[in-house]
């Protein structure tokens, strides 16, 4: 018994519980974090003298720049023993961790390193613990959300999602301790604490919003490299801008052994500035389920439609087409929708609206077509043509008329399906409400925004193309 005791004791002292509550505001996995920055410069790393961690950005947490900064100037770099990441099985620290780690689906990458965040995490000799520490004990992403302000995102695209998660969270909870439930506390992943939903939603959410893809050491065929997700420590503070003014380098083939990756000033970063990364091109779906913000005005934004004809021909009716065809095209329209990949034994039915193309080209392509009876005229244009918005009426003014009218009444349909207007989303915001809520107000407030800039580009452009319109057009 005494030895048992001891061993109980002794590897007590190697475990950091995951129930760490941090004392300071913004809330830290630990009260009192080391500093990171004399970390990464201890292992080797190397941090500009100007750069800076604030609290005060206009983006929460971030990095600052204390002196104006010339362009092309290296600011922080990382040596390649510094990020933290899973590459692969045979990598994996623990056989334990790799069996668990392939039971997560490939979408959910995240996931994949959170096991191995939670596994440093409750590793009380971390070498890591110095940039875990400073992590966020919580997240702005939806999965974090009270229920209330899940369902108040209205988006039922975004609540599958968000609803898909939270279901695999709940079900890996259960795997997880039915795998490890017999395993003995030298063995454990995770230094033989059990693992609850809480705890992975917290890793998941800190990879998500904090992970880069970087190239890995693994060759692919052809001979590249392939991406692997890895958490940057102090390169992960750098917020989001579709103007950035730093970059991320990653040194290959060796060029310099002791660099991994490195931030430079990708313009002249002035005083006081904060160092301002681009995510990516990306719909605010993606920025809320993964970073936890919204872009206002996000020129990626987009909402996402199924391609149904019993839904073309009520918004083609509604906006006054005579007898739309959607239902019952004919032999050749029908065939160039399997072009499309519209029709077929697999479609992809998903259509979106908004974006850099303001309507997909697929959806705007079966538009025009199946509002042409004209075999002959639609034969005359690639498809390439016929899904471009910047070609000017390829198959005559009157059905380019007929087909912005068309995608305008599929706005109007889907903008009923938000049970709130952005008026009263406006007032509910000024009567002040919860963090939580107010990002999925904000949200819904964008996604009806860009519907309603997509519904005035398009009247506007049905306005222009009707005054050249004439009697004899066809």
């Known amino acids: ?49 100007a750069v800076k961690l604030s609290q005060d950005t206009p983006f929460g947490i971030g990095l600052i720049s204390t002196e104006q900064i010339p362009q092309g100037t290296d600011l922080i770099s990382l040596p390649p023993h510094v990020p933290l990441r899973f590459e692969s099985d045979e990598t994996a620290p623990s056989p334990l961790l790799a069996a668990l780690a392939r039971r997560v689906p490939e979408e959910l990458w995240a996931m994949k390193l959170g096991l191995r965040l939670l596994q440093e995490r409750a590793n009380a000799d971390s070498f890591w613990w110095p940039y875990i520490s400073n992590l966020p004990e919580t997240y702005t992403v ?12 209205q988006y039922a695209p975004l609540l599958h999602q968000v609803n898909k998660r939270c279901r695999f969270l709940l079900d890996f909870e259960r795997e997880i301790r039915r795998t490890l439930e017999d395993v003995k506390a030298t063995d454990h992943p995770f230094s033989g604490q059990d693992v609850k939903a809480s705890a992975l939603v917290s890793t998941m959410s800190a990879v998500s919003t904090r992970a880069f893809r970087l190239h890995g050491d693994k060759k692919l065929r052809g001979g590249s490299s392939d991406h692997v997700p890895m958490m940057l420590p102090l390169i992960d503070m750098c917020n989001h801008s579709f103007s950035p003014n730093v970059k991320i380098i990653q040194e290959q083939d060796g060029s310099d052994s002791n660099t991994l990756v490195k931030v430079v000033a990708e313009t002249q970063v002035k005083e006081n500035d904060p160092l301002l990364l681009n995510y990516g091109c990306l719909s605010n779906d993606f920025f809320l389920l993964d970073y936890g913000f919204v872009i206002e005005s996000n020129p990626y934004d987009t909402i996402e439609l199924k391609y149904d ?56 392509a079966a538009i025009r077509i199946l509002l042409s009876s004209d075999l002959v005229e639609v034969e005359k244009h690639d498809l390439e043509v016929l899904k471009s918005l910047s070609s000017t009426a390829p198959l005559g003014v009157a059905n380019e008329i007929a087909t912005f009218r068309t995608v305008i009444a599929l706005c109007v349909i889907a903008l009923s399906h938000f049970p709130t207007k952005i008026m009263e989303d406006e007032a509910i915001l000024k009567q002040g409400v919860s963090d939580t809520a107010e990002l999925s107000i904000k949200y819904r407030i964008q996604k009806k925004s860009m519907i309603i800039d997509v519904m005035k580009d398009l009247t506007r452009r049905v306005k222009l193309l009707s005054a050249q319109e004439t009697p004899s057009a066809s």
């Open 1 to 49: 018994m005494a030895t048992s005791k001891l061993a109980i004791t002794s590897l007590a002292a190697h475990i950091r519980p995951f129930t760490c509550s941090a004392a300071s505001q913004p809330s830290r996995l630990a009260p009192h974090p080391p500093d990171l920055v004399r970390w990464i410069k201890r292992e080797g790393g190397f941090v500009h003298h």
């Open 142 to 153: 939806p999965i974090f959300f009270p229920g209330e302000d899940i369902k108040n995102l």
């Open 309 to 364: 004809e019993g839904l073309l021909d009520a918004a083609s009716m509604a906006a006054g087409v005579a007898s739309p065809k959607f239902s019952s095209p004919a032999p050749w329209q029908h065939q160039l929708l399997s072009q499309l990949n519209l029709a077929g034994k697999m479609p992809d039915l998903k259509v979106t609206i908004g974006g850099q193309e303001t309507v997909e080209g697929r959806l705007l």
